[in-house]
């Protein structure tokens, strides 16, 4: 009996301390001519491109977005030319905090970070805006043959922290096909 104790008492933190996956079917997409592949929720649906300004305006270029039925949980993909290099990556974060910050005064600031992600750095920054409407929202954003390529995942403030969970998981199913050395 001590002995089924003791292990209880050591893997119960285990398990707190392990990472949430959420309860969220994904299937995989492909952009940008099939080089990037990623994992968006398999209820979402694309975004026509008719409607991309109506929800990205005044954002970096979006050119493509996938969206939930009421459409207040989107995730949008887009890709700006920069010829920097992964070595970059971490300046190229902070000048998009001060943008953003810029841009979003009132706003509550989570997390800024860089991280790796299938063998290519990849930064995140996580905030929660408060107008006009208060959200919950995660940048992340690659280099990648002369492109930063970033993702906007936007989700309503209230009720947002299992979505806080798939944006992440979004971000760690990243997969960039490299070019074939000749």
């Not at 949430?20 to 694309?46: C, H, I, R, T, W």
């Not at 026509?48 to 949008?76: C, F, H, M, W």
């Not at 690659?142 to 998981?169: D, I, N």
């Amino acid at each position: 009996m001590k002995v089924l104790i003791l292990i209880a008492a050591f893997l119960v933190p285990f398990a707190i301390l392990a990472k949430k996956k959420s309860d969220v079917e994904y299937k995989e997409v492909e952009m940008f001519e099939g080089n990037v592949q990623l994992k968006v929720p398999s209820a979402f649906q694309l975004l026509p491109e008719t409607q991309l300004s109506k929800y990205y305006e005044g954002q970096p270029k979006t050119k493509v977005a996938y969206v939930n039925d009421e459409k207040s949980i989107r995730i949008g993909f887009g890709s700006e030319s920069l010829l920097v290099d992964d070595r970059s990556l971490p300046a190229v974060t902070n000048l998009i905090e001060k943008w953003l910050k810029n841009k979003h005064p009132k706003t509550k600031w989570k997390t800024k970070e860089v991280t790796e992600v299938d063998g290519h750095k990849v930064g995140y920054i996580e905030f929660i805006k408060k107008k006009p409407e208060k959200y919950y929202e995660m940048v992340f954003f690659t280099l990648y043959r002369g492109q930063m390529l970033h993702c906007t995942f936007h989700a309503p403030k209230k009720g947002y922290k299992p979505w806080k969970t798939v944006s992440h998981e979004i971000m760690q199913s990243l997969k960039l096909r490299m070019p074939e050395k000749e």
